[in-house]
């Protein structure tokens, strides 16, 4: 089950990367924080951080492979199209659901529950300002976070109780 407090500082290795849980933080502030370090220190696009926050949210590790193929994931590699907060989670409920059929079935749910939220799947709509040389680096920040914080919801309402998994 995922846990909205962290009890103990601890790094966890994640493929070559160090990723630090801070004691006893809100779910929120935890998340504000591991988002800031996907993107600050380690230069993570949406779709991955998604991906990292929900792992260590949920105690279920990505391997690595799965994680490397998120990187162009960023609204199509900073194309504008789907964006990468409802990709790395719909990567993220498929690693969760051993069953294609219901992983489908929660994928449409999530993609019309977040549509129905955000207004919008489009990084173009959620990110209108692009992807520009001049933009500061990760505009989408808060965004991320409230796009986590709205998966680790869907997830857990929509999940089963025992295990967290489908």
């Known amino acids: 089950m995922p846990h909205g407090c ?41 779709a991955r951080t998604v991906m990292i926050v929900l792992s260590k949210l949920w105690n279920v590790p990505i391997e690595e492979q799965t994680f490397k193929s998120a990187v162009g994931l960023h609204g199509a590699g900073g194309h504008g199209d789907q ?19 219901q992983a489908v079935r929660l994928c449409n749910l999530f993609a019309g529950e977040f549509q129905k939220k955000f207004s919008s799947l489009l990084c173009r709509e959620l990110r209108p300002e692009g992807f ?4 500061p680096p990760h505009l989408c920040e808060k965004r991320t976070v409230e796009g986590i914080l709205f998966t680790n ?8 109780k025992q295990d967290g998994r489908c």
């Open 153 to 160: 919801d869907f997830l857990k309402r929509e999940l089963p």
């Open 83 to 101: 964006c990468g907060l409802v990709e790395g989670s719909l990567m993220y409920i498929g690693i969760l659901c051993p069953d294609e059929k």
């Open 132 to 135: 520009k040389p001049g933009n």
């Open 6 to 46: 962290a009890r103990n500082t601890k790094s966890f290795l994640l493929f070559p990367i160090y990723v630090t849980i801070i004691v006893d933080m809100e779910e929120r502030e935890l998340v504000e924080n591991m988002v800031h370090h996907a993107y600050y220190d380690h230069d993570f696009n949406c």
